[in-house]
């Protein structure tokens, strides 16, 4: 066994390790927090909250990069029956399109810019489901409302 498949085994086992531990240990501040809000046997902690969001993101983060080594992501066939090396060929290539995509969206926007269009993003998700809230409140009025704005 050469030393690259090695390393990435000892790099897999680590990031395994890391899985379990990240999700062995969001199960005290979640647990905190779940018995200081209904009950008064603890105090309230503040830091129990920021300690599970960046525990889920990163146990995220981290089973998405063990989900991409062990291939147990949701996958779309489009291609009918091919040989194993057909297979390979399509996984390859479709890696390599990913990569390139990414590499074009980090020269066009660059690294610093990458926060900005993400909140950009999420302002226009928000401003979207506002919208989509307003319409669903304007469909429930009445009809007798809506005359009477229709007179006015």
Known sequence: MNAWRRFTRAYAALLNGL????????VLPVSMQIFSRFTRLIPHYIWTEEMARF??????????????REGAHFEVDLWPRMSARAQAIVRLFASLAILV????????????????????????????????????????????????????
């Open 19 to 26: 899985l379990v531990a990240s999700v062995a240990i969001l």
């Open 55 to 68: 525990l889920f993101i990163w146990m995220i983060m981290i089973g998405a990069m063990v989900g991409v």
């Open 101 to 152: 995509f990414l590499v074009i969206v980090l020269v066009l926007f660059g690294a610093n810019r990458l926060p900005e269009l993400a909140r950009s993003l999420g302002s226009s998700v928000k401003e979207f489901k506002k919208g989509v809230n307003e319409a669903k409140t304007e469909d429930t009025t009445s009809p007798a409302r809506k005359e009477e704005e229709k007179k006015a």
